[in-house]
């Protein structure tokens, strides 16, 4: 299944630098020196360059390349706009990917809750983010970037005596300019994934 992931990439590459768009290096939020191009993605430096996705310097995991490699494709000349957020299920032809979303992208934070909240200063700081977006509620909530066009909104309540802790995802207002769905969706996976990471790191 990897070989298959990473037969995926190389022909989201193939396809990319087929015909380079000459206004990739803005489209994506990136800089570009030469046919390769630098931008922040997951909180490490991501390089594309012909056949290769580098991220942290290093081969970038398949499923990362994926999303990477489509973000690179679905690159747009627009801004991201972050409000009003917007929960994935309002996303159009998000329902096939609602019940995973829910479960590997906000379910998974519940454990890790109190942690998060004690790392937030080190997550937003990897993660291009900010701690208590305007308007976003909660007991606590940060913005974190994955990719420099698309944004996550994590909204946390804390765990009381009447009600369980819960964690919540939301997308920036055009995210869906920049990947399909269910890239979105993984998009939101890896960054919860990172997220927790971070926290366990940071204690």
């Known amino acids: 299944m990897t070989d298959n992931y990473m037969k995926l990439v190389e022909n989201n590459l193939a396809k990319l ?53 489509l973000y690179a494709l679905n690159a747009a000349p627009d801004a991201c706009i972050l ?44 993660l291009d983010g900010e701690i208590s977006p305007k308007g976003a509620g909660g007991d606590f909530a940060m913005l974190v970037r994955p990719l420099p066009k698309v944004a996550l909104c994590y909204i946390f309540y804390e765990a009381d005596e009447d009600f369980p802790a819960s964690a919540t995802c939301l997308y920036s207002n055009n995210a869906g300019l920049f990947l399909p769905v269910d890239g979105l969706a993984d998009v939101g996976e890896y960054t919860s994934k990172a997220i927790i990471g971070l926290a366990g790191s940071a204690t």
Do not use: W
């Open 83 to 126: 409000e009003p957020f917007k929960a994935f299920k309002e996303i159009p032809d998000s329902m096939p990917y609602t019940g995973a979303f829910v479960t590997h992208t906000e379910q998974v934070l519940v454990p890790h809750v109190e942690k998060i909240k004690a790392a937030m200063p080190a997550i937003v700081e990897t």
């Open 17 to 69: 630098y087929q015909d380079l768009p000459d206004t990739l290096e803005a489209n994506m939020g990136a800089t570009r020196e030469g046919d390769r191009f630098f931008f922040k993605a997951f909180g490490e430096t991501c390089e594309i360059g012909p056949g290769q996705i580098l991220l942290g310097g290093e081969a970038v995991a398949p499923i990362l390349g994926i999303l990477v490699s």
